[in-house]
């Protein structure tokens, strides 16, 4: 079983920017879809990302679209979040998986990790 480790998370004000990474050792990062949540405080996880293995099937949800960009490094086993132009919305904890089909938190595969937490204050 793959364990997948976010990282790159803290504290940031409005407009600013955050690299998230996700980590996986055990195995080689999915073949299939990998993809971004998150979940705020009070809220259920959602769905912020994915892309496919060879870097395509990119799609973004609506709250985050146009602000974020989603990327992997095959070589390096590891997936990237770059948020950009962040709101106080966008404080969550936000964590990676990989996923049957978009854009479903149940859908993934593997065990969710502990996450990064992301903060935005205004």
């Known amino acids: 079983q793959v364990q997948l480790v976010e990282s790159g998370g803290g504290l940031v004000q409005a407009g600013g920017s955050l690299r998230l990474s996700c980590a996986a050792s055990g195995r080689t990062l999915s073949t299939s879809l990998m993809g971004w949540f998150r979940q705020a405080p009070g809220k259920e996880r959602e769905f912020v990302a994915h892309?496919?293995?060879?870097?395509?099937?990119?799609y973004y949800a609506d709250p985050v679209k146009g602000r974020i960009t989603i990327s992997r490094d095959n070589a390096k086993n590891t997936m990237y979040l770059q948020m950009n132009s962040l709101k106080p919305e966008d404080t969550a904890v936000y964590y990676c998986n990989s996923l049957k089909y978009c854009c479903d938190p149940r859908s993934v595969m593997d065990y969710w990790g502990k996450g990064t937490l992301v903060t935005v204050s205004s």
């Open positions: 892309i496919g293995w060879s870097g395509g099937s990119i």
